[in-house]
């Protein structure tokens, strides 16, 4: 294997590694894997990225994150927000920290767009070592309420906002 991938920004040349990739790492998951794919074109095409990046081992591309702009409205006004999903790394290199990287890279420049809150919705053993909790998240009117549902605040000394609702980008809604 080679070193550590490298993290970089998705360029529009990278869309049909981007699509081998999710259809590698869901394959055989409950998910589906044409679905998530088919996610992120529509993300994309609707201009609803807020970041998008790639891990790159060797010459190919071995992982894909993707933050998308929410619609998050909490104590009386708006909250810049993103929702992380999918994050997608090849069957070969999984367990090797790559989503790991993917996600703290992904907050970190989520942060420097002043973005003040990510929302996920997936496995409550994986994301909490990020910093996601689903009791904030339960402060959130959304479709997708539930154990799986859960929230950061991207500035973890930040004061927790009372409640809201949370709504994902429009592409979501329009998924089977
Ligand atoms: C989930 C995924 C992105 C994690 O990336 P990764 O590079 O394999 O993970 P890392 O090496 O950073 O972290 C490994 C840890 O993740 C855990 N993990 C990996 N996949 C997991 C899953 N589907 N559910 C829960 N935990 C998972 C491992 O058990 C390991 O835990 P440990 O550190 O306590 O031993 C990757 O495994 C993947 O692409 N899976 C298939 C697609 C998927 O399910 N995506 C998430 C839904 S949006």
């Known amino acids: 294997m080679p070193d550590a991938p ?3 920004p998705a360029r529009a ?4 590694a981007i699509d081998a990739v999710i259809r590698a790492a869901f394959a055989g998951t409950e998910f589906g894997h044409q679905g998530e794919a088919d ?22 591309i071995v992982g894909h994150v993707l933050f ?3 619609d ?9 927000a993103a929702g992380l999903a999918p994050v997608s790394v090849s069957p070969e290199w999984q367990g090797r920290g790559v989503g790991d990287a993917l996600i703290r890279a992904g907050h970190d420049m989520l942060r420097e767009q002043g973005v003040v809150i990510s929302f996920v919705l997936g496995h409550e053993d994986y994301y909490p070592r990020f910093g996601y909790s689903p009791e904030l998240a339960t402060r959130f009117a959304s479709p997708f309420a539930g154990p799986h549902f859960m929230a950061m605040m991207l500035d973890s000394g930040a004061a927790w906002p009372l409640g809201g609702r949370a709504d994902y980008a429009p592409a979501f809604g329009r998924m089977g």
Do not use: F, K, N
């Open 68 to 70: 998308s702009r929410m």
């Open 13 to 16: 040349e990278d869309v049909e």
């Open 39 to 60: 996610l992120v074109r529509a993300v994309v095409t609707d201009g609803d990225v807020l970041v998008s990046l790639v891990a790159e081992g060797g010459e190919s």
């Open 72 to 80: 998050v409205e909490t104590d009386g006004s708006v909250l810049p």
């Open 6 to 8: 490298a993290i970089r």
